[in-house]
């Protein structure tokens, strides 16, 4: 996909132009376009109302396409991604190959970084489709996307374009990693593929651990899940030391199930195709560190992901089978299908060895999620007020809904074992997604603030979501969240 900045020239024919709610009437968003603006309200269906969208054919066959953002009151770069990421869809479906956004009184209402940050990566994010396995190749060719302004684009037009630039592509990875299906995402080819894209990014360093690796350093949860299936695990670190070598690093956790049958606990066979998605958190997790390697973030990040296959074979976990973890602790596994929170503790564990400034998981790990909150809002269990409302204090820039959740002693007390330290599974019904953070938190060191994201419900499917998200498929969430995180330490 082509995006660029330039100043304005003649002859830019298809354009976008963002439109306000005022009072009385409406405002058109860009000076270049007062002319046209005048005319606007004679075209049948033009309306300046957020998400409202029209199509208007000038009389040399271009295209003029109105985005409505709704009132200036209200105004804010989530509205201008939504908006514009429809007019982006609508120019698609017109086969446009080429079309102009002018920047020209955009600018008053946004920090210039920000603004061509939100719009550049709602460019990207409304690009994904897995279409290699397909043998009838549809062929859409990439539109181009040309911003322009005044004069030479600002310092910080361009900073924002390369932000936006490096989060829209990694977007774009991690949705194909979580729509690729089982066969071609086992946690080998997952590890190649973060290591090739790792290879790409100077200043990324990757190290992928086989199973003889992970026996030596005894991740017995890890290796546990994994005995049930005949793909080897693998454990993924990824290191990105962007700013000052005395800085503590941020460590980054990330659940990288490439498909969880449930094991011997087999899930119900319908809809079972959709736990490719089980590494999301692993995918969200990668695909910000190359965003934050891409964007050179000044920054410390080390990102670990555990890998596996949750499956069946004659040496898979039984339900009762009891699995030791890198800290020592115990675990009677008493429902194999509950197998993220078995390979994170493993993770979480090494991840506190490094004494990190924070740690940050992400994980589809809870049906249970799903059912709190739906497919808008990813849920985040911490017990670290300051760290919560760090996380919350992303959540504009990054436009992705966080929804602290509790987490408290009584959920601890439900995930106690009968035989050994722990159980995989809550000992009472409901809150099982507190639980399940619960039970991360015993292979967490207790002086690191930490927080777990449980991604089960917004990782996939998410249409309904944003304008920009895909209603079916992996949506990507976290990266812009993880990427705007890694910004504060
Ligand atoms: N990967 C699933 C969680 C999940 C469910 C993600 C639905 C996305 C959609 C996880 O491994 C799992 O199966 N968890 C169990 C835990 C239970 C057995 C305690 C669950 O949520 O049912
Ligand atoms: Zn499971
Ligand atoms: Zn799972």
């Not at 405002?27 to 957020?50: H, M, Q, R, T, Y």
């Not at 090739?196 to 190290?207: N, V, Y």
């Not at 509950?338 to 060895?353: H, P, Q």
């Amino acid at each position: 996909m082509k995006i660029y900045l330039k100043k304005k020239s003649q002859n830019e024919t298809n354009q976008i132009i963002f439109t306000l709610k005022t009072e009385k009437s409406f405002k058109v968003l860009s000076n270049a376009f007062e002319k046209e603006a005048k005319n606007l309200s004679k075209f049948p269906g033009f309306s300046s109302d957020f998400k409202k969208t029209l199509n208007i054919s000038n009389p040399d066959g271009s295209s003029l396409i109105t985005a409505g953002l709704g009132t200036k009151e209200e105004l804010n770069t989530e509205k201008l991604r939504e908006a514009f990421a429809l007019a982006i869809g609508k120019a698609k479906s017109l086969k446009l190959s080429k079309i102009f956004i002018s920047l020209e009184g955009l600018e008053k209402y946004f920090d210039e970084e920000r603004l061509t940050e939100a719009l550049v990566f709602a460019a990207f994010a409304m690009n994904s489709k897995l279409t290699k396995f397909k043998t009838s190749k549809n062929k859409t060719s990439a539109i181009e996307v040309c911003f322009t302004t005044s004069g030479t684009p600002s310092k910080k037009l361009k900073v924002g374009l390369e932000s936006g630039t490096a989060q829209g592509k990694a977007l774009l990875l991690c949705r194909e990693w979580g729509d690729t299906p089982g066969n071609f995402m086992t946690p080998t080819l997952f590890a190649k593929s973060v290591q090739s894209e790792a290879k790409k990014r100077p200043g990324l360093e990757c190290q992928v651990w086989n199973k003889a690796r992970i026996t030596k350093e005894k991740m017995g949860g890890l290796l546990g899940v994994s005995k049930g299936s005949d793909e080897e695990p693998r454990f993924i670190v990824l290191k990105y030391m962007g700013g000052s070598e005395k800085k503590k690093p941020l460590c980054l956790v990330g659940k990288g199930l490439t498909f969880d049958a449930g094991g011997i606990s087999l899930k119900p066979a319908s809809g079972m195709d959709e736990m490719r998605y089980d590494m999301c958190g692993g995918a969200a997790v990668a695909a910000s560190m190359m965003a934050i390697a891409d964007a050179k973030l000044k920054t410390n990040v080390i990102a670990l992901i555990p890998s596996s296959e949750n499956l069946m074979n004659g040496s898979a976990n039984k339900p009762g089978d009891i699995l030791t973890f890198r800290n020592k602790k115990t675990a009677e596994v008493l429902n194999t299908d509950a197998e993220g929170r078995l390979i994170l503790a493993d993770a979480l564990s090494y991840a506190s060895e490094l004494k990190p400034a924070a740690i940050f998981d992400a994980a589809t790990l809870t049906g249970a999620m799903v059912v709190a909150l739906g497919n808008v809002h990813t849920g985040f269990y911490t017990r670290d007020d300051k760290l919560a409302t760090q996380i919350q204090s992303v959540e504009q820039d990054a436009g992705e809904r966080l929804w602290r959740m509790p987490l408290t002693d009584y959920h601890v007390s439900d995930i106690k074992g009968r035989f050994a330290d722990l159980a995989n599974m809550g000992s009472s019904r409901g809150a099982g997604s507190a639980q399940a953070a619960g039970f991360l938190e015993q292979f967490v060191d207790s002086r690191i603030p930490w927080a777990h994201f449980d991604i089960a419900g917004t990782a996939w499917n998410t249409g309904n979501r944003q304008s920009y998200c895909p209603t079916k498929g992996a949506s990507g969430v976290l990266v812009r969240s993880f990427f705007e995180l890694a910004k504060l330490f």
